[in-house]
Each structure stands twice: as structure tokens, then as C-alpha cells.
């Protein structure tokens, strides 16, 4: 039987992209990624590269059909180990398509073959870039913003010369109908937002933001919800300090429960924002607020412990990344949250009130005043704004509060 594969050669060669198969390669190991998973990345970009050859489809042609054409074509190459490939599965198709980015980012094939974003209203892009040089809005919640303004341009309109107080007041009632009082509380801030925007460029009549309604809420009505001292303390205890994944998680956790930092100051925290000399840790919060506070010893010795001997060695300016492969700065928020949340795991804690990376900060806020610190010290560490935002945390003194409770009249019980 004659062999179907003949002329197929048996190692798969890059041919004019294999210097650039080679660059993605140690890209990839200097991310730390494992030898076999850098194989499989550089099997699969050495394979789409044959395959561009018998395609003859040369770089400048190369669009984004064309790793869908990559996707559906029946494979009569030879991958490495000589088996026949049939099927291009979607890990193998995702593989490729970061080697295709790898290529654009080195302007190698053209930026246009990168996903791009929607298309999105230039009004709303002109609000956006406002929000961002003149407010100084972190990114999340500016892409937050321009979402639910964008949800609400099907009522609103697109010509906001034509808004009125009653189109206004009638968005918000609708979305009041289909989504929770936080959400739409939420959105009518974007939209307060939006309106002060259009009138102080003159797109639009002014006053148009008071139409919006205020979102019925008591404010600051709950209870903090917050870890005693002694979960704290074990929350911290239970990281294995003998990973680099356990130091990590604890100097993020002392930071969090001794400065009471936000998720957003972690992933934000750079190299150059800590004094060694002063004991010092700069912050950029909220409104690009930015304030020095005092690094406390356990938190310090264990960001230099991590810094020291857990730190995966990249070329990055922020304190914390990955602990695996492929070692980056964290993205989110979330990646923080995650790190609590895995520590309450550890420690045993399933009646936490909440599971984010704010329970560390509310906890910080109510031991504090518990030690006898001062509402103004308290609001100067957490970089409250307002007095009345620290003095929330009052309310968790619940033995303080009994004495100064005064009986309620007539002496009958409510």
C-alpha cells in the first residue's frame, strides 16, 4: 500500500517564519512556562506556518478569516511524534491564535488582524476620555460607565440636542422595572455623569442631570461586615510560607488587613511606591488620591520576603503577579478577592459575611477603633473622604453602644 503521507516530512520546519517561531519560544520560556507547554505552543505555530506555506498564503494576507480557515481545514500534516493530525482542536486553535498576536504586536503581519472593540458612539468615547483625564476614574469603573450608557441609548437617543426632562426621567423609570435598586442606582450615576458632560460641552439643554431620579436607599444603613482579630489572625497563619504561591497570598493579606487597602492599591502597587529607608508605602487610590502610609513590621517583612525569594524574575515594575506561568501582573480585582477567599478556605472559616477582598478592609476599620484610634486617624488610613463614611464602622462597638442606649420611654420594650 502506497503511504498517503508520502513527500509529508517527518519534523514539521517553519521555513521563513522559523526565526519568528523561535522569538515566540523564548517569549514564552521567559514567562516561566513549562518546557512541555512551551512545545506545544511552538508545535503549534510551527504548524500553522507550514500550513501557510501550502496554503500559499504569504503575511501581508493573513487576516482574521484566517485562523478560522486554520480551524476548519482537514490537517494532512505531519505534527511532531510523526502521528496524523485530522482534527485542529480549539486548544490548538487558541495556541495559534497567540502566536498570531505575538506576530501583530512585533508588526510582523498587520495590527488589523487583532480583535478589535464595537464600534462605540463618539459621545459616549468623548465622555469616557473625559472621565479619565479630568475625574480621575480608574478604567474599570470608566468602561462600566460607558456599558450602561450605551444600554441606554436605545431610549435616550442618539441626538442628545433632542433630550428632554421627561425622555430622562422615563429611561430610568424603565430600567427601574427590569433591574435591582443597586443596579439602577448605579446607572443613574453614569447617567448623572453623562448629562454634566453633554451640557458642559453644549450638546445638550442644561440642569438635564436633575431629571434624573434619586434611587430610594438609607445610607450607610447596614452593618459592617467584618472578621474578629483572632480570624484574621488565623486567615494569616494557615499560608504555607514554604511556596512562593503561601508567601505571596501573605504579604497580600497583612497589607490588606493592616493598611486596609482596596483590591484595586494590590494589583496597582509598584516596586518604586515603597520606602525602605522611611518605612513607607505610597498609595494611589480612589480619584487618583494619593497618600504615604505607614508600612507596619509583619506586612513589610513579608512583601521583602516575597520580593526576596518568591518573586518570579520579569521585567515589570509591579509588586504583585502570578504565582504560575505565565508570570503577568494580576488583571483584575477578582484575582485579590481570590486570594481571600482561598485563605478563608484554609483557615477553616465558612461563616464569613463576605468573601472579598473588602472583608480584610472593613476588619482593619473596626479593630482599629477598637484599639482606641480616633475616627479622623481611622478615615486617614483608609482614605476616606468623608467622616461619616468612617464613622460607620462605629455601629460593630456594640458593648459601647449598650452604655450609652437610652431606655426606651415609658418603659415599655419596642
Same mark, same amino acid.
Request: net charge positive; glycine share 6%.
Given at each position: 500500500m502506497a503511504d498517503r503521507s508520502a513527500g509529508a516530512p517527518r519534523y514539521m520546519e517553519?521555513?521563513? $517564519?522559523?526565526?519568528f517561531v523561535e522569538a515566540f519560544s523564548g517569549t514564552l520560556q521567559a514567562c516561566r512556562h513549562s518546557p512541555l507547554t512551551v512545545a506545544g505552543y511552538t508545535d503549534s505555530a510551527r504548524h500553522f506556518s507550514v500550513w501557510l506555506r501550502r496554503s500559499r498564503i504569504s503575511l501581508d494576507q493573513i487576516d482574521r478569516e484566517t485562523l478560522q480557515r486554520f480551524a476548519q481545514h482537514r490537517c494532512r500534516c505531519r505534527c511532531g511524534g510523526g502521528k496524523r493530525q485530522v482534527h485542529v482542536s480549539a486548544r490548538y486553535v487558541r495556541r495559534v491564535s497567540r502566536f498570531i498576536s505575538f506576530?501583530?504586536?512585533?508588526?510582523?503581519?498587520?495590527?488589523?488582524?487583532?480583535?478589535v472593540c464595537k464600534d462605540i458612539d463618539p459621545h459616549i468615547a468623548a465622555y469616557q476620555h473625559w472621565l479619565r483625564h479630568h475625574r480621575g476614574i480608574s478604567d474599570r469603573?470608566?468602561?462600566?460607565?460607558?456599558?450602561?450608557?450605551?444600554?441606554l441609548l436605545p431610549r435616550l437617543g442618539n441626538v442628545p440636542e433632542q433630550y428632554n426632562a421627561s425622555v430622562v426621567l422615563q429611561t430610568i423609570l424603565d430600567e427601574a422595572r427590569v433591574s435591582s435598586p443597586a443596579q439602577v442606582k448605579t446607572i443613574a450615576t453614569a447617567l448623572r455623569g453623562y448629562l454634566q458632560f453633554l451640557t458642559a460641552n453644549g450638546l445638550c439643554r442644561p440642569n438635564l442631570d436633575d431629571a434624573v431620579?434619586? *434611587?430610594?436607599?438609607?445610607? $450607610?444603613?447596614?452593618?459592617?461586615?467584618?472578621?474578629?482579630?483572632?480570624?484574621?489572625?488565623?486567615?494569616?497563619?494557615?499560608?504555607?510560607l514554604t511556596t512562593p504561591h503561601g508567601i505571596r497570598d501573605r504579604a497580600i493579606l497583612l497589607l490588606l488587613a493592616r493598611l486596609g487597602l482596596r483590591a484595586g492599591d494590590i494589583i496597582a502597587m509598584h516596586i518604586s511606591d515603597i520606602s525602605w529607608k522611611d518605612g513607607t508605602l505610597r498609595v494611589c487610590g480612589k480619584g487618583r488620591q494619593e497618600v504615604t502610609l505607614p508600612l507596619p513590621q509583619d506586612a513589610g517583612e513579608a512583601l521583602l520576603e516575597y520580593l526576596l525569594h518568591a518573586r518570579p524574575h520579569v521585567d515589570d515594575d509591579v509588586v504583585f503577579l502570578r504565582s504560575r506561568a505565565p508570570y503577568r501582573r494580576l488583571q483584575s480585582s477578582?484575582?485579590?478577592?481570590? *486570594? *481571600?477567599?482561598?485563605? $478563608?478556605?484554609?483557615?477553616?472559616?465558612?461563616?464569613?459575611?463576605?468573601?472579598? +477582598?473588602?472583608?480584610?478592609?472593613?476588619?482593619?476599620?473596626?479593630?482599629?477603633?477598637?484599639?482606641? +484610634?480616633?475616627?479622623?486617624?481611622?478615615?486617614? *488610613?483608609?482614605?476616606?473622604?468623608?467622616?461619616?463614611?468612617t464613622a460607620h464602622y462605629a455601629k460593630v462597638d456594640i458593648l459601647m453602644l449598650q452604655q450609652i442606649a437610652q431606655p426606651w420611654p415609658g418603659g415599655v420594650s419596642c
Open positions: 517553519a521555513g521563513s $517564519l522559523q526565526s506576530l501583530a504586536e512585533r508588526e510582523v503581519i498587520g495590527m488589523a488582524v487583532l480583535p469603573t470608566i468602561d462600566r460607565h460607558g456599558r450602561m450608557i450605551t444600554r431620579p434619586t *434611587v430610594p436607599q438609607w445610607h $450607610l444603613s447596614a452593618l459592617p461586615r467584618y472578621l474578629p482579630s483572632r480570624s484574621v489572625d488565623r486567615l494569616i497563619d494557615r499560608c504555607d477578582t484575582n485579590v478577592s481570590n *486570594v *481571600v477567599r482561598l485563605a $478563608l478556605r484554609r483557615a477553616g472559616i465558612d461563616d464569613a459575611p463576605t468573601h472579598g +477582598a473588602n472583608l480584610l478592609r472593613h476588619s482593619a476599620a473596626t479593630s482599629m477603633l477598637r484599639a482606641g +484610634a480616633s475616627l479622623d486617624a481611622v478615615g486617614a *488610613v483608609l482614605r476616606h473622604r468623608s467622616i461619616d463614611t
